[in-house]
């Protein structure tokens, strides 16, 4: 199967599966960015309860890791991960705290769900099933950003932080900054009881909600679009339209190629969003 489309590439290599964004590949000469595909391998470096994984399971997810940079042509050692927890945190990155291996559990990245940078060689990653990764890039500034944001970060507006970060740090003009949405739970799935649909509503009061909230007809459920929430919020900040680019992939209707927590429940993956500047 391949999931490519107008916005993104499905790339097959060397047995390893990802997907590009055909805008960010526009600047391949600065950045360097993919997607994982395959729910085959996994990039979960700890248990959802905080445990930690088996020595071999770990070891395991770390060469997926390898395997996923090797194949893009960057080095997993440069990598540095946002520990994620469904914050509205968003960390500058300004140095690497391993020298020899991926920044992966280091304290100072601790309830961080987005990533900036402006250093080279510097990798920056988050991991989903079903929540939504945004890939920032602003090519005046060279300036780029990773960020989680699942449904509780959609209500806390982690986007929006991410930008303001990118303005103060970096005087980055909204107008430059490109954002790439990755697969996730879309509104055909995304479907939630009451007192899920009402926090959405207090939170989101600014918006029109006639197209991002619909009631199902048989039941007590509600369907919400949150990537068309983080669209908006994004052009509420200055991005321009052209410059917020949506794969257009549902995480549950492709959840034999995507990691889906709704789909694997329990014992779901998770795959990776990478990108760096070169």
């Known amino acids: 199967m391949d999931l490519s489309n107008k916005n993104v590439i499905h790339v097959k290599k060397n047995g390893i599966e990802y997907i590009q964004f055909r805008k960010l590949l526009e600047y391949k000469n600065l950045i360097n960015h993919a997607y994982s595909v395959g729910t085959n391998v996994d990039y979960m470096t700890e248990k959802p309860d905080k445990q930690e994984l088996e020595e071999k399971q770990y070891k395991n997810i770390i060469s997926n890791y390898k395997k996923l940079c090797d194949t ?146 048989d039941k007590e459920k509600w369907n919400i679009d949150t990537v068309l929430i983080n669209q908006i919020l994004l052009e509420k900040e200055g991005l321009q339209t052209e410059n917020i680019i949506d794969s257009g992939i549902c995480s549950v209707c492709n959840s034999n190629l995507i990691h889906s927590y709704r789909v694997e429940k329990q014992d779901y993956g998770l795959n990776t969003a990478l990108i760096e500047l070169k």
């Open 72 to 217: 893009i042509e960057s080095d997993y050692i440069n990598l540095v991960k946002a520990n994620q927890e469904h914050t509205d945190e968003v960390k500058i990155v300004n140095q690497k705290f391993n020298s020899y291996g991926p920044d992966i559990h280091i304290d100072y990245y601790s309830k961080t769900d987005g990533l900036i940078t402006n250093k080279e060689k510097v990798l920056l990653c988050t991991t989903n099933a079903d929540c939504i990764l945004l890939l920032f890039f602003d090519p005046v500034k060279k300036v780029i950003a990773n960020t989680h944001s699942g449904w509780k970060g959609t209500l806390q507006r982690i986007s929006v932080n991410t930008i303001r970060k990118m303005k103060e740090e970096y005087n980055c003009n909204p107008k430059d900054i490109i954002c790439c949405i990755c697969p996730s739970i879309r509104k055909c799935h995304f479907e939630v009881d009451k007192d899920v649909k009402d926090l959405f509503e207090e939170n989101f009061r600014d918006l029109d909600l006639n197209d991002i909230i619909v009631k199902q007809k």
